[in-house]
């Protein structure tokens, strides 16, 4: 249960672009400070921000380094409570200078709008490692998930090899980018690009939002991400070929 518990907070977090992150007031001494951010996260579950200098949670973070981020599963209708949050508590400091580069590549590939942030108000990458994780899946489905049931596998590809991968599917194999996307979340348009690849899954950017797409099965390396996206593809192909014939009958 514990094992599925984890699972189920990863792919929240996975699944969402937006958190609410707290830190702890550098003016208002002992006071905790709410804010609202984008994030990615790596293969190992960390979540990573990238904050102006001049924010406040910034210089918050930078005398204090304690940070808790909430996700949620926000209601459309109905009781807010019943709906699934994470809460990742833990430490935040710069990523270091050897991987800023890349990682900062791979931020904007999953969020081009930041691209524009390079020239303003001294933006950095920041990382938080996890501590612990408070998941809450609904009335009576709580758990503390710590932090080795939280970390997973690294995969024995680099950023460097990820980008790679991704640049092959979209100058490729954008069909495939295309057919997966309406698959696993039901949207057909034509301009569908790959960002990112993680261990259990990838990232597919359409109409300036990004969808999750979760693998059958945690891959640790290269050959295991072609055969998920092959299966993927044909899976498409192969709904895409029933839906036609249905129609014909």
């Avoid at 984890?6 to 707290?22: D, G, K, M, W, Y």
């Avoid at 006071?31 to 406040?56: C, H, K, T």
């Avoid at 709904?239 to 014909?248: F, G, M, P, V």
């Amino acid at each position: 249960m514990r094992e599925q518990a984890a699972f189920e907070a990863r792919t929240l977090v996975r699944q969402s672009n937006v958190c609410v992150i707290s830190t702890i007031s550098k003016n208002l001494a002992g006071y905790p400070f709410g804010s609202v951010s984008p994030f990615m996260s790596d293969n190992e579950g960390r979540l990573v921000f990238y904050i102006a200098g001049i924010a406040q949670h910034s210089r918050n973070l930078s005398e204090n380094s304690k940070m808790c981020a909430t996700v949620f599963d926000a209601a459309e209708q109905g009781d807010q409570n019943a709906h699934a949050r994470v809460t990742l508590v833990g430490d935040a400091a710069p990523v270091p200078s050897a991987e800023q580069d890349a990682l900062l590549a791979r931020y904007e590939r999953q969020y081009p709008e930041a691209i524009s942030y390079r020239q303003a108000h001294d933006f950095k990458l920041w990382r938080m490692e996890i501590k612990r994780v408070r998941y809450i899946g609904g009335f009576g489905h709580i758990f503390w998930i710590e932090k080795d049931e939280w970390r997973q596998a690294q995969p024995q590809w680099d950023l460097n090899d990820e980008a790679n991968m991704v640049n092959h599917m979209n100058d490729d194999h954008s069909d495939a980018n295309r057919l997966i996307l309406k698959l696993t979340h039901g949207i057909d348009t034509s301009n569908v690009t790959m960002t990112t690849i993680v261990s259990d899954g990838c990232y597919l950017r359409a109409n300036e939002k990004n969808y999750y797409v979760q693998f059958e099965k945690l891959c640790l390396d290269s050959t295991c991400v072609r055969k998920e996206l092959v299966r993927l593809t044909k899976a498409a192909r192969e709904l895409l070929i029933d839906n036609k014939a249905s129609k014909n009958v």
